[in-house]
């Protein structure tokens, strides 16, 4: 015979500040929220510890199911997130780069193409991260992880034929 255990997140009452409707509410969600009944949005934020002296919006304890539930909303993000996860991953693989034209030597050469295995790894990393970053940033991870795989890969091939050919100082 299974046993299951849920685990029920406590619900709050909050008054919406535009139509003074009640909602259900996450006791520990902070965050951008909007209202079923007017579509605005407003900011609710997590009661950690409920104490009796708490605001009078708030209604902690029987929550009767006449109180619909807020949606809540998460941060598509835009552009500049976008950009930022299609620039994060290969920062480390820049680095070195510059490491390697300053110095110009066979150790440099082979950070610099290690670092560049470095990118496509971070870039995967975030893009599974769903919980931490917005949708737009892991959309220009997964495309930094495509230009990667291409790039690396071509890279290491051109490596691989510099070294096979001999190296000469």
């Known amino acids: 015979m ?9 619900k709050v009452l909050v008054t919406c500040p535009f139509c003074d409707k ?3 509410v ?7 929220a909007r ?17 009796s002296n708490a ?13 619909p539930e807020i949606e809540i909303l998460k941060n598509s993000g835009g552009p500049f997130e976008f950009l930022l996860g299609l620039i994060i991953p290969i920062i480390p693989a820049i680095i070195m780069m510059i490491y390697f034209f300053i110095t110009d030597d066979l150790e440099a ?6 670092s560049l ?9 975030l893009v599974i991260s769903s919980e931490t970053f917005v949708k737009s940033f892991r959309d220009g991870a997964k495309l930094s992880v495509i230009i990667a795989l291409i790039i690396v890969g071509l890279l290491w091939m051109w490596f ?10």
């Not at 691989?160 to 100082?169: D, E, K, P, R, Y």
Request: aromatic share 8%; proline share 5%.
């Open 26 to 32: 996450p006791q520990t969600y902070s965050g951008m």
């Open 35 to 51: 209202c079923p009944s007017c579509s605005q949005e407003f900011g609710v934020d997590g009661l950690i510890e409920v104490e």
């Open 2 to 10: 299974k046993m299951s255990s849920e685990v029920v997140e406590e």
């Open 109 to 114: 050469l082979i950070l610099c193409m290690g």
């Open 55 to 67: 605001p009078k919006s708030i209604i902690v304890g029987n929550t009767d199911e006449e109180s």
């Open 160 to 169: 691989f034929s510099f070294v096979s050919g001999g190296v000469t100082n």
């Open 117 to 125: 295995c470095c990118w496509p790894v971070i870039g995967f990393i």
């Open 22 to 24: 009640q909602l259900r």
